[in-house]
């Protein structure tokens, strides 16, 4: 049986340092992550945003304009680049790009764009209009109808991630057209499911982030923060019977801490979980590397009890 308090965790886990804000639509919108759902697919998070990046450039080209990211071969520029190589395949290769045209007097699009995705993940927080400008009604028009040929260019060239450009063109088309209000939470994720590209996680993040529907994403990252910390039982496999029963216990869970907390509407809970259970295990966790001891998130909710047997 699952029993570890919902609300608790996510209390706790909101005060933990390093971990991006609660309201996260501060560091990017709905829109973005719903798009950004299927580019992240089996890629690197700085090649996913990069890649978002360039769709909001080609589609909102005003942006080109009001750039803020430090111009290419400058001292902060070379700081960032320095950080990046630390970052894994997705970062080295935005610095293969970047560095490829520091001789070129023009910024590009790809430049920008380059440098703007490295420059969110390491300043989340700081302004960065290339990622966090919201959306306007003749960018998602230009999105549906857009030729993102130029676009599959390196590093995201070849067949991968033209399929992945198309299928977002197809996304921002069907959730501009579509009647969802008429869609309950059964119905909706079939609708988002009928485009080619579209998986049971992508729609779930679609409806959760994009669309404001209060589902939650069980997905493998949080299986580890649950499992690797004792919040779920020794005999929690992760199968679908398993995850049906996490889902129950997280609405109900969302549900009391929505009615104690307004300010912790369920939709927020479930999109907050998300996120910060993906960032606990790529950035703080080290359970799975065999010193559980040292885990500052052990450390944090060991006094939740959970299910330990």
Same mark, same amino acid.
């Given at each position: ?19 991006? @804000? ?16 299927? *580019? ?13 990046? @360039?769709? #909001? ?5 005003? &942006? ?23 970052? $894994? ?8 790009? +970047? ?7 023009? !910024? ?5 764009? /380059?440098? =703007? ?39 995201? #060239? ?11 063109? #197809?996304?921002? /088309? ?15 994720? !079939?609708? *988002? %499911? ?23 994403? +069980? ?30 216990? &997280?609405?109900? $869970? =969302? %549900?009391?801490?929505?009615? !104690? ?6 939709? %927020? ?10 960032? +606990? @295990?790529? *950035?703080?966790? %080290? ?12 450390? @944090? ?9």
């Amino acid at each position: 049986m699952i029993s570890f308090d919902v609300g608790l965790l996510l209390e706790t886990l909101e005060s933990f340092p390093g971990l991006q @804000r609660k309201d996260w639509e501060l560091n990017q919108s709905g829109a973005d992550r719903g798009m950004e759902a299927v *580019l992240i697919q089996r890629a690197p998070r700085e090649l996913a945003t990069y890649a978002l990046c @360039r769709l #909001r450039l080609a589609a909102m080209p005003e &942006l080109l304009e009001s750039c803020c990211e430090p111009a290419p071969g400058t001292p902060e520029t070379q700081a960032l680049l320095e950080w990046a190589r630390s970052q $894994g395949a997705g970062g080295t290769a935005l610095v293969n790009l +970047i560095t490829q045209q520091l001789e070129n007097a023009r !910024r590009t699009e790809a430049t920008q764009a /380059a440098l =703007a995705s490295l420059k969110y993940y390491r300043w989340r927080e700081d302004p960065n209009p290339t990622v966090k400008t919201h959306w306007t009604e003749d960018g998602l028009d230009r999105v549906a109808s857009l030729n993102t040929g130029r676009l599959a260019k390196y590093p995201t #060239r070849g067949a991968f991630w033209a399929g992945k450009f198309y299928t977002v063109k #197809r996304l921002v /088309a069907h959730v501009r057209t579509a009647a969802f209000e008429s869609l309950d939470d059964e119905s909706l994720p !079939r609708s *988002l %499911r009928s485009i080619n590209g579209v998986g049971e996680q992508t729609a779930a993040m679609v409806m959760l982030f994009w669309l404001g529907r209060p589902v939650p994403i +069980i997905d493998s990252y949080l299986l580890y923060l649950l499992q690797d910390h004792g919040l779920v039982p020794a005999s929690f496999s992760g199968g679908a019977g398993d995850r049906a029963a996490l889902r129950l216990h &997280l609405v109900q $869970g =969302a %549900r009391k801490l929505e009615a !104690r907390r307004a300010n912790w509407p369920a939709a %927020r809970a479930f999109s907050c979980l998300y996120l910060w259970a993906c960032e +606990i @295990r790529r *950035l703080h966790c %080290r359970c799975r590397t065999g010193a559980p001891s040292s885990c500052p998130v052990r450390a @944090r909710i060991k006094h939740m009890g959970g299910n330990q047997s």
